[in-house]
């Protein structure tokens, strides 16, 4: 991870200095066994280590390295997750079974279809309700720690890494080979997107990329 995130933080200085700066400082082994108590299931290591090498951003850059998506501090996602789980905890199991309906796993078996569960975590966010996050309760046929899309629109759920460390080796991948675009917004500050496919939010792009789940 440590490397990885080195060749992240170089791409980082050439292309989006002010996205670099803007990385925190890593959390504290405290925060970090604070939050995977609560949660009540060990976290992957990998997930440890990138909260190790930075704590999420400090908020004032307008984008997120994750191709745009926020970069969560753990004090955000742990609030983000204690929000999904107060939904969980409200939700009687058919108001479940009802929001889950139209919830699919590309790959069949991989991801449980439902619309929200409460060991999933978020480390990225898009301020509209959506993340990427690590999955602590795969099903059957996906891997323990693999990161997933979910959210309040993600209902068709995709395996975008079988770890923190495999989808931080391919975005990193992607931005050195030049599949970025980096674009002027209104104000004057600038956005990190993917290139192709061309859309303008990377959510939008997960079924594009990692749609030939569907096929295995």
Not at 73 to 96: C, G, N, V, Y
Request: charged share 25%; with cysteine.
């Amino acid at each position: 991870m440590k490397t990885v995130m080195e060749r992240l933080e170089k791409w980082l200085e050439a292309h989006l200095p002010e996205l670099r700066q803007d990385l925190a400082p890593g959390c504290s082994e405290a925060e970090l066994a604070a939050f995977e108590s609560l949660v009540g299931r060990p976290f992957p290591e990998s997930l440890k280590q990138l909260y190790r090498l930075h704590d999420g951003q400090h908020g004032v850059a307008s984008s997120g390295p994750f191709y745009g998506l926020n970069f969560l501090s753990l004090a955000a996602a742990k609030a983000q997750w204690e929000s999904w789980k107060e939904i969980i905890e409200q939700w009687s199991p058919e108001e479940m079974t009802e929001a889950s309906e139209f919830c699919t796993s590309a790959t069949p078996g991989a991801i449980q279809t439902l619309y929200a569960n409460r060991f999933w975590i978020p480390f990225a966010y898009d301020y509209g309700g959506n993340h990427l996050g690590v999955d602590l309760d795969p099903g059957e046929r996906g891997t323990l720690g693999q990161v997933i899309n979910f959210g309040s629109d993600e209902e068709d759920k995709y395996v975008v890494g079988r770890s923190v460390d495999t989808f931080m080796s391919w975005l990193v991948g992607q931005l050195e080979s030049g599949n970025f675009a980096i674009r002027e917004e209104d104000g004057g500050w600038q956005s990190l997107n993917i290139k192709e496919p061309e859309v303008l939010h990377f959510l939008d792009a997960v079924p594009i990329l990692f749609g030939a789940q569907s096929d295995k």
